[in-house]
């Protein structure tokens, strides 16, 4: 297994439909959707988090929002924390950039598994997968406390399954410049994804340190970033800049 502790870029994993919601206006839901409700209520606290000067809490909640908004409605999925079994929400996310050019096409990609423990998001855990089983990065979020050591990974893996639902894209009341950076002019499916991690971070701040999820499908949407917003450009800056801390090939 390789662990490159970057943001994640990754070959386009076959079997998702390029037609969605792309370039749709946004809509206020009528009754809101239970997906709309929460992401409004994660986007107050990332909000309470940018405000506090904890970046890595309003950055990393942008994903499971981003999703949200388009109205995924996220999975109950088990993790072995610590040896002990919890009840997290889960959703995935794959990222993927145009081409530049006269013939635009989808190319490089990333793949994003988000699962917090409860509606206030007090442990979130969150990892970049490249396929096939290269991790960009991982970290896990104790309330503001971020545990970004990791120290082994052994399994490690993540696919798209399914992708011909249709997007709903709301729009959150509460601006979030990141989140809107996922939204903006893409397109959307929705779909389903099996994902599995077994991953050792070094004790530190955070309470827990052992995190296992054994295969298992999870509600996802994906998401292609156009030319015009950085498409396969951005994929690639993301990968060179998000990378930061302690990471080692194995």
Same mark, same amino acid.
Request: proline share 6%; aromatic share 6%.
């Given at each position: 297994?390789?662990?490159?502790?970057?943001? +994640? &870029?990754?070959? &386009? $994993?076959?079997?998702?439909?390029?037609?969605?919601?792309?370039?749709?206006?946004?809509?206020?839901?009528?009754?809101? %959707?239970?997906?709309? *409700?929460?992401? *409004?209520?994660?986007?107050?606290? $990332?909000?309470? $988090? $940018?405000?506090?000067?904890?970046?890595?809490?309003?950055?990393?909640?942008?994903?499971?929002?981003?999703?949200?908004?388009?109205?995924?409605?996220?999975?109950?999925?088990?993790?072995?924390?610590?040896?002990?079994?919890?009840?997290?929400?889960?959703?995935?996310?794959?990222? +993927?950039?145009?081409?530049?050019?006269?013939?635009?096409?989808?190319?490089?990609?990333?793949? +994003?598994?988000?699962?917090?423990?409860?509606?206030?998001?007090?442990?979130?855990?969150?990892?970049?997968?490249?396929?096939?089983?290269?991790?960009?990065?991982?970290?896990?979020? %104790?309330?503001?406390?971020?545990?970004?050591?990791?120290?082994?990974?052994?399994?490690? %893996?993540?696919?798209?399954?399914?992708?011909?639902?249709? @997007?709903?894209?709301?729009?959150?009341?509460?601006?979030?410049?990141?989140?809107?950076?996922?939204?903006? %002019?893409?397109? @959307?499916?929705?779909?389903?994804?099996?994902?599995?991690?077994?991953?050792?971070?070094?004790?530190?701040?955070?309470?827990?340190?052992?995190?296992? &999820?054994?295969?298992?499908?999870?509600?996802?949407?994906?998401? +292609?970033?156009?030319?015009?917003?950085?498409?396969?450009?951005?994929?690639?800056?993301?990968?060179?800049?998000?990378?930061?801390?302690?990471?080692?090939?194995?």
């Amino acid at each position: 297994m390789h662990i490159r502790r970057l943001a +994640v &870029l990754g070959t &386009l $994993a076959g079997g998702m439909a390029a037609a969605g919601c792309g370039g749709s206006s946004p809509v206020k839901p009528g009754p809101p %959707s239970p997906s709309f *409700v929460l992401g *409004v209520h994660l986007d107050t606290l $990332a909000a309470q $988090a $940018a405000a506090a000067g904890y970046f890595d809490r309003y950055r990393l909640l942008s994903y499971p929002i981003a999703a949200l908004m388009e109205n995924v409605v996220p999975s109950s999925v088990s993790i072995s924390v610590d040896g002990t079994t919890e009840n997290y929400q889960a959703v995935v996310l794959e990222l +993927v950039g145009d081409t530049a050019g006269t013939n635009p096409a989808p190319a490089e990609s990333l793949f +994003v598994v988000a699962a917090w423990s409860d509606s206030n998001a007090d442990e979130l855990v969150y990892t970049q997968v490249a396929l096939p089983d290269t991790l960009e990065d991982a970290e896990d979020l %104790s309330d503001s406390n971020s545990n970004g050591l990791l120290d082994s990974a052994t399994v490690l %893996s993540v696919a798209m399954s399914s992708a011909a639902g249709t @997007c709903k894209t709301f729009t959150l009341p509460l601006a979030n410049t990141a989140v809107e950076d996922f939204l903006k %002019s893409t397109t @959307c499916n929705t779909g389903t994804a099996t994902a599995a991690f077994s991953f050792y971070f070094t004790p530190g701040h955070n309470p827990h340190s052992t995190f296992v &999820l054994a295969s298992q499908p999870i509600n996802a949407v994906r998401l +292609v970033l156009p030319v015009n917003t950085g498409g396969q450009d951005r994929i690639r800056q993301m990968r060179r800049t998000t990378g930061t801390k302690k990471g080692r090939d194995e």
